[in-house]
């Protein structure tokens, strides 16, 4: 039975996995329906359910939970073999998953990726773009990039930027109407355009730091996003105040389209850092990535 059912157990485990048959079926390059058979017929071979099947979600029964537990971590283990044997050939390969914001993707990770994936055609990169803080080993990520000050202390971190400094910025027309702010407790009557985070649902507070002092703000506005370029385009458009780093604000700084105050109260604080977890043996593709990314400080600069 065990020969016979390898398919049907990979694809419970999927299944489960991603809590979704849809999901499940785009990941195995199979259909939906097919996929549905092959669990059903693993469940009446083994005489018990394994799947809780609603309208909405697929949830593992407590023996299909069981068997995840047992049977999951070691596909996992093929896959990370399979991975090891492109040692073996000419040319690194395989897949790269990292999950990131869509501002570090889009100004760091894929610069810096370009040449490496010109270079090696059998290398693949998948970019999961999201603000909450996935658990890249439950959802099977190879790495995640976060600010280096929220990283969990059992994960490997390593620099892929330089330190970030947070930018308090409106447009002319906003400040010809409203005085520039010259504190930061000053924001408290100002509009703001507020960001909510993804992990907890809160809203983010303004954090400044001057002199060794620090200062938290909450703010109040008309609009909140859980993305920085909806954020960035509002500030253009005149309707307050945003925070957000530096960097995302410099062209239409540079450009006069926006105003930036209180920048003495910004301090740099640890920039972008790649994390994953330990692994005795990377693959080849993976540890190109990896050095690809590594952040050098130009020389003369101190940290």
């Known amino acids: 039975m065990i020969k016979r059912n390898l398919n049907d157990l990979l694809y419970f485990v999927t299944v489960a996995r991603e809590g979704s048959f849809t999901r499940a079926a785009a990941l195995l390059g199979v259909t939906q329906s097919a996929l549905s058979q092959a669990i059903s017929g693993l469940e009446a071979r083994l005489q018990i359910r394994l799947l809780t099947r609603t309208t909405r979600s697929v949830s593992p029964t407590a023996a299909g939970e069981r068997l995840l537990q047992a049977i999951g971590h070691r596909f996992d283990e093929i896959d990370a073999e399979l991975e090891e044997l492109t040692e073996m050939r000419d040319k690194p390969a395989g897949t790269v998953r990292i999950t990131c914001g869509d501002h570090v993707l889009r100004t760091t990770l894929l610069p810096k990726l370009t040449p490496l994936l010109l270079e090696y055609p059998d290398i693949k990169m998948e970019f999961d773009v999201n603000y909450g803080f996935r658990d890249i080993v439950a959802d099977r990520f190879d790495a995640g990039v976060r600010l280096g000050d929220t990283i969990d202390k059992d994960m490997i971190a390593m620099p892929i930027g330089p330190p970030i400094r947070m930018a308090v910025a409106a447009s002319p027309a906003y400040f010809a109407e409203y005085p520039e702010p010259a504190n930061p407790r000053d924001l408290m009557n100002h509009k703001c355009i507020n960001m909510r985070m993804q992990s ?54 540079e450009d006069g389209r926006l105003v930036r105050v209180l920048e003495d109260w910004c301090a740099p604080f640890p920039g972008y850092y790649l994390y994953y977890p330990s692994r005795r043996q990377p693959s080849p593709a993976f540890s190109l990535v990896v050095n690809a990314l590594r952040f050098t400080r130009p020389r003369g600069k101190k940290a």
């Not at 983010?204 to 730091?209: C, D, K, L």
């Not at 060794?212 to 307050?240: K, M, W, Y």
């Open 200 to 253: 907890g649902g809160g809203l983010y507070v303004w954090e400044f730091e001057r002199r060794g002092h620090t200062l938290n703000v909450r703010v109040d506005g008309q609009l909140t996003f859980n993305t920085s370029p909806n954020i960035v385009d509002a500030a253009l458009a005149g309707l307050g105040v945003a925070w957000l780093p530096e960097e995302e604000f410099a062209p239409h700084i």
